[in-house]
């Protein structure tokens, strides 16, 4: 009896280790190769799924999610600096073709980043160092189209590639921020300038226009001087005192006005030559003399050029020096 208690024991627990071989699950979002003594039997997809003990095996599973490989690339640009692509590339096992990525490919990650490495290192060396950073979307292109020629036949769709980092030599990297400083300097030193430029051109503007009132104003006070001086003569003419006796007199008025302006100022170092009452007078005769033989000497030379043939005149005038009238001094009696 107790013989047959463990033949039934046995037998109970043969039959259960054979009912569990026998049953498996694949999970969600995966598929699982069953082989029947080493040779491909089926692929199984979600759910609870029965095989043969010691016939079939689970050879393998894989995931038909999305995954991502990142990839770093060191090559060359066509400025001959060194520079190393971080490319990131995100793909998954075709529902249909999990037999193809399952047998075709042994290790689909090194497959990858060889195609990876083929593309970047093709595409790189064409562009410059600044080309690479404006035109990363380009190689991130070529590489997503020359995967997906290759991988689809292996049962791989490639959804993406990115350019994800680039990273120069330590010493570019500081040689460009050094560039871009300078570059930066220099539009501040062109804004500076132009910021002098304009305040020297205002400034000069301004000169330009107090020099204009300053002269507007000298010319509207010697205007003003003039016609008092006139009437000034006119009201002496009035009295009986004829034009040169009263601009003699003017004078002397302004002479002594003069001197008492020089002896308000403390602080003047100001000598007027000569200063004694004779003066006005003297100044006065001597540039109405010199006024009066100006006027002969001019007359004189029109009369002669009146008198002389066109052509000798012009070649007498080119010849001839430049005469300054000589002004006799007054004689004093």
């Known amino acids: 009896m107790p013989e047959i208690l463990s033949l039934y024991a046995i037998a109970l627990f043969f039959a259960l280790f054979v ?6 699950t694949v999970r969600q979002q995966s598929a699982a190769i069953l082989e029947r003594f080493g040779k491909f039997q089926a692929i199984r997809h979600p759910g609870l799924h029965v095989k043969i003990p010691f016939a079939d095996r689970i050879a393998g599973r894989l995931s038909l999610k999305i995954q991502q490989l990142d990839v770093i690339v060191e090559t060359k640009t066509k400025d001959d600096v060194f520079v190393k692509l971080k490319v990131s590339v995100q793909y998954k096992v075709i529902y249909e073709k999990v037999f193809d990525a399952f047998y075709k490919l042994d290790n689909p990650h ?8 083929d593309v970047v290192r093709a595409e790189v060396p064409k ?42 030599d330590a010493q570019v990297k500081h040689a460009m921020n050094r560039i871009n400083a300078a570059e930066r300097e220099k539009v501040a030193a062109q804004y500076e300038g132009d910021a002098q430029r304009i305040l020297i ?11 204009r009132l300053q002269g507007q104003g000298i010319a509207d006070q010697r205007r003003e001087i003039a016609r008092g001086l006139e009437e000034s003569v006119e009201v002496l003419n009035n009295v009986g ?3 040169q006796e009263a601009s003699a007199l003017i004078v002397v008025t302004q002479h002594y006005d003069t001197l008492q302006s020089i002896g308000e ?35 004189a030379m029109k009369e002669q050029n009146k008198n002389l043939p066109k052509k000798k005149k012009k070649k007498e005038l080119k010849s001839a020096p430049l005469a300054l009238p000589v002004i006799p001094k007054e004689e004093k009696g």
């Open 241 to 243: 005192i004829n034009s």
């Open 265 to 299: 100022s403390t602080n003047s170092n100001l000598i007027l030559m000569p200063n004694s009452p004779q003066a006005g007078s003297e100044m006065l005769n001597n540039m109405v003399t010199s006024f009066a033989a100006s006027n002969q000497i001019g007359e």
């Open 201 to 211: 051109v205002e400034k000069a503007k301004a000169e330009a226009e107090s020099k």
């Open 127 to 168: 562009l410059r160092l600044d080309d690479v950073f404006e035109r990363k979307n380009d190689i991130a292109n070529a590489v997503k189209g020359e995967l997906n020629e290759a991988m689809t036949g292996y049962g791989y769709d490639i959804i993406k590639t990115l350019v994800t980092d680039i990273d120069p």
């Open 110 to 117: 090194d497959q990858i980043t060889s195609f990876v490495f």
């Open 19 to 24: 009912i569990i071989r026998s049953l498996f």
